[in-house]
């Protein structure tokens, strides 16, 4: 980032699209990949596997708060470790 006395300027970022080749098939460009279970965007960042975590954990918290009224504590428990353990591991 550049700065003039007048205003911030941000440097452009400019996308270039190489096209890949292997043994004649196209090797196409992806924002993240999923390596030993682990998604890994193209800046090396976890943030996709963190965002999908999340997402997972969050369908576990409302499922287990929507069904707490109608269940004993020791159900609550069974879906627990049915759910969120399984998505910790």
Do not use: E, G
Request: aromatic share 14%; charged share 15%.
């Amino acid at each position: 980032m550049y700065t003039s006395k007048q205003r911030t300027v941000k440097p452009l970022t400019v996308l270039c699209f190489v096209y890949m080749c292997l043994d004649n098939n196209r090797i196409f460009y992806n924002l993240y990949t999923k390596f030993l279970s682990l998604l890994v965007d193209n800046a090396l960042s976890c943030k996709p596997h963190i965002d999908h975590f999340i997402n997972k954990l969050s369908t576990t918290c409302y499922v287990i708060r929507s069904v707490k009224p109608y269940v004993n504590a020791n159900a609550i428990i069974m879906i627990y470790h049915s759910l969120f353990c399984a998505v910790m591991t």
